[in-house]
């Protein structure tokens, strides 16, 4: 595969990621709205969606791992090179980086915006489930063996 | 923008925390007595205006209510009441049924019985002195039953009274709490918030306080509720006022609120059951129970006083129930009889006296006339005194005593009167017991004249007090003179040589009552049984000691038990006293009175018991924490949160590397 294929393919997987992104902003938000809601179920559906959106970006990340793998041998750059290296390394020799080096803008805009949400989203979870393990507490009471309720402890049947 | 995002999830944050801590909240308080299940009010924000815009502002917890129904509490309140009041009824009745022992060996009824078969075994050999002694220890063992049961229900009255006193103390502690809690809930409202689990607390004690007494509660705007009771307050706000008990023994107990002079009256909870067993359950029964010895005293009594005892007549008795001086002026003779402070009643009638004279056997009958509201202890004395060969006296403490001159007996038995006496020059001989239903007098006329024994077809008819002929006596030619003629009830007459016109006549009164005035039972003269109630009654000691002083007979006469036929006339006696029953139906009913109080309470409490658990059931599907929905729903969101917490995990790992990989 010649340098302008791999760089199409490159773009084509940023776009992806794009989409993707927008995909994960929108499942975020709607688990956010789930947990203000206080409900379990519409939190567990995008939970699942979103289950299925990682493994997406599982694949598209294993793809854009072997395009960039090739591309830095192509370009003669060290591997596991960033993208801003790549597009550095484009502009360098020809136009062919310049859509690259927007589509690479675009994509860390909304990637800090699932990465803010994400961890948004992560602070309000734990601290929900800190509240459900409270309440757990309260009904069953301390827990002798001093296990964490919930995290692979064994419940005495005859207790 | 970005800020007013971060203040969605804090607001949803808070709502939530919220909400899991009232669902936490409930499910530690699933078996907490009275505790409502709470529930949070989420609202949305008001909205933000950005620009020409109204972004929404999340959600927010506005208070957590708890989910009851007042209406529904406050019929609980009246159920528990009723319950508990039932409860204390029939726990106290069954007590009285256990104390009776019915039926049972020991019981009064099998304890009546036994003396009425002593009796009447008695009476088939009324001389016998081992059955005499059977018949009295019968009797003594009766009216021990009688004591001891009358002892038993004064002890249950007692304790109940005793168990009001902590009662009282138990409403004064619940009110105190009550006043109590108002106050901190007040306190606690005063700024729109809604205090429930204080709330739960109060109705918790309410709760409490209704299965102690029957109250009406009301609640007030500022939160805090007036509680009543019988249309007295008992609490207002936060003060309470002190119920207070005063036991005394004509009442039992007597209630009142402090600084009020109403008595108070309960009618529920459990104070209400004991109140009425102190003021009129138990009271009830033993009034009954008294009014069933004194009436078996007095009955008894009245047989007895006539009789005669195997000793024959009295050489001397004295009373045993004392005359009272009523207008303490020194003197007892002033007294109306009928007033003079005896137990039991005189009424008008006629005491007759028998005087025997031991040596010849000759009786002469005297009738003292009783008028209930004209005869003084002073006329009887004198009428007594009247009577040859006996003397009278009123001792100085109340007792009358008799005692007959040396060589003469007296009794007081229904004889025939005079026993002897004259047709014209014919003496006349009465003998036999009267067995008539009433008193009768007769006239005896000879309807032409003659020698008795000799001239034919000398006739004697024999009239009643109506004038009717009731007999014709052959006294003439056959007739042997001396030999006894049936006059018909029993009694005969013989007539002695001599002549008689038809110008003569004889007078013959035949009583079936020695002492129709009861003067003898109210003065407790020749009486069986002592005392004048439940409490006291007992086998009369003189009796006891020597069984030959149980007046078994009527006349006198050897192997004569008429006056154990009297007696025993009274196992069976319709008795005004006692409703028209006899002693023994009358104790029936008093056991089967108890037993349907006490099913009457049973069957009232079950019914009240099925409104109750109906309304608790209403209540509970509004207000109870049901422990498994909560577990479900907390559970549902530890599963959700687990697993998004995960997926979220992987988001920012996913993210943080790409970041850096750009």
Redesign the interface.
């Given at each position: 595969m010649n340098l302008q294929n791999l760089v199409h393919a490159l773009e084509g997987n940023l776009q992806a990621?794009l989409a993707g992104k927008d995909v994960?902003i929108a499942l975020?938000e709607r688990?956010?709205r789930?947990?203000?809601?206080?409900d379990?179920?519409a939190?567990?559906s995008?939970?699942?969606e979103?289950?299925s959106e990682?493994q997406r970006?599982?694949e598209r990340?294993e793809k854009?791992a072997r395009i960039?793998a090739l591309l830095s041998q192509a370009l003669g750059l060290p591997p596991h090179p960033?993208?801003?290296e790549i597009v550095q390394a484009l502009e360098a020799r020809n136009a062919l980086g310049l859509r690259l080096a927007a589509k690479?803008a675009e994509?860390?805009v909304r990637?800090?915006e699932?990465?803010r949400r994400?961890?948004?989203?992560?602070v309000?979870?734990?601290?929900?489930?800190s509240?459900?393990?409270?309440?757990?507490g309260?009904?069953l009471g301390p827990d002798p063996s001093g296990v964490p309720l919930?995290r692979g402890a064994l419940v005495d049947a005859e207790a | 923008m970005s800020s007013v995002a971060l203040n969605l999830g804090i607001e949803a944050l808070l709502a939530a925390q919220t909400a899991l801590d009232t669902v936490g909240h409930n499910v530690a308080n699933a078996n907490t007595p009275g505790y409502s299940r709470q529930s949070v009010l989420l609202r949305a924000g008001p909205s933000m205006r950005l620009g020409n815009n109204l972004v929404g502002n999340g959600v927010r917890a506005m208070d957590i209510v708890s989910v009851r129904d007042l209406l529904v509490d406050r019929r609980i309140l009246t159920q528990r009441s009723a319950i508990a009041r039932l409860d204390a009824l029939s726990s106290g009745l069954s007590d009285v049924e256990s104390l009776l022992g019915e039926p049972g060996e020991g019981s009064l009824s099998s304890m009546i019985s036994g003396f009425f078969s002593g009796v009447s075994r008695l009476s088939a050999n009324p001389g016998d002195t081992v059955l005499r002694r059977d018949a009295l220890v019968a009797g003594s063992d009766m009216a021990e039953r009688f004591r001891s049961l009358y002892a038993g229900l004064e002890t249950l009255r007692g304790d109940a009274a005793a168990r009001v006193d902590a009662q009282v103390e138990r409403v004064n502690q619940l009110t105190d709490s009550i006043a109590t809690m108002n106050r901190a809930i007040g306190a606690t409202e005063i700024d729109g918030s809604t205090a429930n689990d204080l709330r739960d607390e109060r109705d918790e004690l309410l709760r409490d306080l209704a299965d102690v007494v029957d109250v009406a509660v009301v609640e007030r705007e500022d939160g805090t509720v007036a509680v009543t009771t019988r249309g007295q307050v008992l609490v207002s706000g936060t003060r309470n006022f002190e119920m207070e008990g005063e036991t005394s023994i004509a009442q039992g107990v007597t209630l009142r609120i402090h600084g009020s002079t109403q008595e108070l009256e309960p009618h529920g909870g459990s104070l209400g059951g004991l109140y009425a067993q102190v003021r009129s359950v138990l009271p009830e029964r033993l009034q009954k129970l008294d009014d069933l010895a004194r009436s078996f005293v007095h009955e008894i009594n009245k047989a007895h006083s006539t009789g005669v005892p195997g000793t024959g007549p009295f050489r001397s008795l004295e009373s045993t129930h004392a005359l009272h001086d009523v207008d303490e002026d020194g003197a007892y003779d002033d007294e109306l009889l009928a007033m003079a402070g005896l137990p039991f009643p005189v009424q008008d009638g006629a005491l007759l006296v028998n005087m025997t004279d031991r040596v010849t056997g000759a009786v002469e009958t005297v009738r003292i006339e009783i008028d209930a509201e004209e005869t003084t202890v002073g006329d009887l004395v004198s009428q007594l005194n009247a009577i040859p060969q006996l003397t009278a006296v009123v001792e100085g403490n109340g007792q009358l005593s008799l005692r007959a001159a040396e060589g003469f007996g007296f009794d007081f038995a229904a004889r025939s009167y005079p026993s002897s006496g004259a047709v014209g020059g014919s003496a006349v001989a009465i003998t036999g017991q009267f067995g008539g239903d009433a008193a009768a007098d007769f006239t005896f006329r000879p309807r032409s004249s003659g020698d008795v024994g000799a001239t034919p077809d000398l006739l004697v008819d024999v009239f009643d007090q109506n004038g009717d002929r009731i007999a014709t006596l052959d006294v003439g030619a056959g007739y042997v003179p001396g030999s006894e003629l049936e006059l018909g009830n029993g009694l005969k007459a013989s007539f002695g040589l001599g002549t008689i016109t038809n110008a003569d006549s004889f007078e013959l009164h035949a009583a079936t009552d020695g002492d129709t005035a009861d003067v003898l039972a109210a003065l407790g003269l020749n009486t069986l049984f002592t005392g004048t109630g439940a409490s006291d009654i007992g086998v009369s000691e003189r009796i006891l000691t020597d069984p030959r002083l149980f007046a078994a007979s009527a006349t006198g006469a050897d192997g004569d038990g008429g006056a154990l036929s009297d007696i025993l006339a009274v196992s069976e006696a319709s008795l005004e006293a006692l409703g028209g029953s006899s002693p023994i139906q009358y104790v029936g009913g008093l056991v089967a009175g108890v037993g349907f109080d006490r099913a009457s309470a049973e069957l009232a409490m079950e019914t009240e018991q099925l409104l109750h658990d109906g309304l608790v059931a209403q209540r509970d599907a509004r207000s109870a924490v049901n422990v498994d929905e909560e577990l479900v729903d907390m559970l549902r969101f530890q599963q959700s949160y687990q697993a998004a917490a995960q997926f979220i995990q992987v988001v920012n790992g996913l993210n943080d590397e790409l970041m850096r990989l750009l």
């Open positions: 990621e994960q975020l688990q956010e789930a947990i203000a809601a206080h379990p179920g939190l567990e995008a939970a699942r979103l289950q990682l970006e599982i990340a854009r960039l960033r993208i801003a690479r994509l860390r990637c800090a699932a990465l994400g961890r948004r989203l992560n309000l979870v734990r601290a929900h489930a509240l459900v393990e409270e309440a757990f309260r009904f919930g | -």
